[in-house]
């Protein structure tokens, strides 16, 4: 311990954290990287070994865990806030510190601005992933207006150079951008109202011989930003954005920030695995643990709004007869509804489709000994439907501004109790009258006017609140996040899901990337990845029946096609597919996952252990060598050997030459098991 400074440290499996406690201010961050050995701790403390430069404040103010404001730190701020103009500048002065283990909460307040600030970090030592959250709580006795409340406040190193994060629009989810950080601020910032399709909330730092990687666990408006500091290193910010006036805390009162995961690895592949961990271990489970993930059918891109009872239960047996575990009935099924224009929160069967309600239907699946699903989207209203002409007051509207629709719909103000309490009354009410063990939710817009008084935050404790509800009163039913596909993929609401409709598009080439975005920070499992039609609707393009098994068999396997209408010869490759993924989900959902690029364009991925892999191997473009180089395997023990088929090869071969493979041709891919001897 030097010179009786106080530490907060925090040890996982192959990082640590040190922060270092000063009487009356917070926490300075001295170190988050690779593993320490448990003594090695600063020789003095930070500001002894700083020298004062010229022209500067007399008190050094280094990068702490809740950077201030108008004393002398000049980087970005942890807070924003203000009491109608006054009591905007913040410097804790006072902090408590509690740790227990690899748990520490830092408690601050600053007497001047009249707050409190509560920093919560845990490092998990089996996913190596931390977790960070902050509290402010308004200790004043009056308003105070937010602006900014960072989650987490992260140190990334002064070798750190490139910053990866994944944008994109509907139908082309996780396209994958990287920025040399410089002295020049990089931010992203989301504003739709939900997690978006373009801004995904998190991402991906390498450094020398190192990555840092962080999420935030939030399904609605979000920012994050990495900033030079003046000691060279960086702090990188996440947290909830927030419209003007959209937090008001009255005296006593708290914001609870979402939180942060956070962790760093060897390389891009390990912080990838260190997020499968962390996610796998929040996931709430029917009966407490997953199940193998069954193959699934949509009926979305086979029927659209077509619905006819007969020819979906011809389907059903179809589906059945491919080996087919999950029958999901997507939007059409409900009162009027012919197309997207109408009927939104009529949530009731449509008696001109089914005469008999659903039950018909579903007794019929569920007698082929598959599962019945559902689609919904709860927190939308049609203009033209019973809802709204009962109550236009629901819809999220702000006075004298035009009510925009998108999709020809409105968004239902989920921060109201009577809206979620109907929305429960609705689909609990199909719940217990119908053998539903699956909902796909959807959620098809952005948000616009989203209230008289900003309630997009308000938007996703509803939906969350609504969502809890109904796991607590329907603990086996799962449920799959869908927003136009993957625009609402993130960690907050994988709290209450169990799949992401990873994008609409299923074009099995378009999907390659996305999927690969995908998994840099969600497990395979939840990765819905479907076999759809040729030509796929989203693109037009025609893929072989043989790449769309390929490209959707790592993920939660499904189908989204009329299987009527395929040749014998495409349905018997689709059941060879469903028989593979049968065989390998285990291996392709329990274990870690590692993505690289080969020479000459190949693309893989290898799921499982070192011991026992899954290696997908995927060619897009045409070879352009005449003989293709060894693909090298880095993850395999260089001591074992290994059988590939009826072929034993040296570990060690394997890692530094590679596996021959054989030619393949542009657009197909090839799927190898590794077992160690």
């Excluded at 020479?599 to 991925?605: A, C, I, R």
Aim: with cysteine; glycine share 10%.
């Amino acid at each position: 311990m030097a010179h009786g400074s106080q530490w907060i440290v925090l040890h996982g499996r192959a990082s640590s954290l040190v922060l270092e406690a000063c009487p009356g201010e917070a926490p300075l961050w001295r170190y988050w990287g690779p593993r320490l050995p448990d003594a090695a701790l600063p020789a003095v403390p930070l500001r002894d070994s700083r020298p004062t430069p010229t022209f500067t404040v007399q008190f050094d103010q280094p990068l702490s865990l809740l950077p201030g404001l108008g004393q002398g730190w000049f980087g970005e701020p942890a807070l924003k806030a203000h009491r109608a103009g006054r009591d905007w500048t913040l410097q804790a002065t006072h902090c408590l510190l509690e740790q227990d283990g690899q748990r520490a909460v830092v408690t601050l307040t600053d007497a001047v601005a009249r707050i409190a600030v509560a920093v919560t970090l845990a490092l998990d030592p089996h996913s190596d992933v931390l977790t960070i959250s902050t509290v402010l709580t308004n200790t004043g006795d009056d308003l105070l207006d937010v602006q900014w409340l960072a989650a987490a406040v992260l140190p990334l190193p002064a070798h750190a150079r490139r910053v990866r994060s994944f944008t994109g629009r509907h139908n082309i989810e996780f396209v994958a951008i990287e920025d040399t950080l410089t002295r020049s601020q990089w931010r992203r910032e989301n504003r739709r109202g939900l997690t978006s399709h373009d801004c995904f909330p998190g991402a991906v730092v390498l450094a020398d011989g190192w990555a840092y990687g962080a999420q935030l666990a939030w399904s609605g408006n979000h920012c994050q930003l990495i900033d030079w500091c003046d000691d060279g290193r960086w702090q990188w910010q996440l947290g909830e954005a927030l419209m003007p006036g959209e937090v008001r805390l009255a005296p006593g009162e708290s914001l609870q920030s979402p939180e942060v995961l956070a962790t760093c690895a060897a390389d891009a592949n390990g912080v990838a695995q260190n997020f499968h961990a962390a996610i796998r271990a929040r996931m709430d489970w029917p009966g407490s643990a997953m199940r193998p993930r069954p193959v699934h059918l949509n009926t979305w891109e086979g029927f659209y709004f077509d619905h006819d009872e007969a020819a979906l239960k011809d389907l059903a047996d179809a589906a059945a007869r491919a080996g087919i575990e999950r029958f999901v009935l997507d939007d059409g099924w409900f009162h009027r509804r012919n197309d997207d224009t109408t009927s939104l929160g009529d949530w009731w069967p449509d008696h001109a489709k089914y005469p008999g309600g659903l039950g018909p239907l579903a007794a019929h699946v569920i007698g082929l000994g598959m599962e019945f699903g559902l689609w919904v989207e709860p927190e939308m209203v049609n203009p033209v439907s019973e809802l709204y002409r009962a109550h236009p007051d629901w819809a999220l509207q702000v006075a004298g501004r035009p009510l925009i629709t998108a999709r020809n719909q409105l968004v239902l103000d989920m921060g109201r109790s009577d809206v979620r309490d109907y929305l429960f009354e609705r689909l609990s009410g199909l719940l217990a009258e119908l053998p539903i063990g699956y909902l796909k939710w959807d959620h098809n817009r952005d948000l616009t006017a989203a209230g008289e008084r900003p309630s997009y935050r308000t938007q996703v404790l509803g939906t969350y609140d609504l969502l809890a509800r109904l796991r607590a009163a329907f603990p086996a039913v799962e449920i799959e996040a869908c927003a136009g596909g993957g625009g609402r993929i993130d960690a907050g609401i994988a709290r209450f899901t169990h799949r992401f409709w990873t994008s609409d598009n299923i074009d099995a080439v378009s999907r390659v990337a996305i999927q690969r975005g995908f998994l840099q920070f969600m497990p395979p499992e939840l990765m819905g990845s479907h076999v759809g039609a040729a030509p796929a609707h989203a693109t037009g393009r025609i893929q072989k029946m043989s790449l769309r098994n390929h490209v959707a068999l790592p993920g939660h396997f499904g189908v989204e096609l009329d299987l009527r209408k395929l040749s014998d010869r495409d349905l018997a490759r689709l059941g060879e597919g469903i028989a593979r993924y049968k065989g390998l989900r285990r291996r392709l959902h329990t274990g870690q996952v590692w993505q690289g690029e080969g020479p000459d364009g190949l693309l893989w991925q290898a799921h499982g252990s070192a011991a026992e892999l899954v290696l997908l191997v995927t060619r897009i473009e045409p070879q352009q060598q005449r003989h293709a180089p060894g693909l090298r395997l880095p993850m395999l023990d260089p001591a074992r050997h290994y059988r590939i088929g009826d072929a034993v090869h040296h570990g060690a071969w394997l890692v530094q030459h590679g596996l021959d493979l054989p030619p393949l041709r542009a657009e197909s891919g090839l799927v190898l098991e590794l077992t160690a001897l």
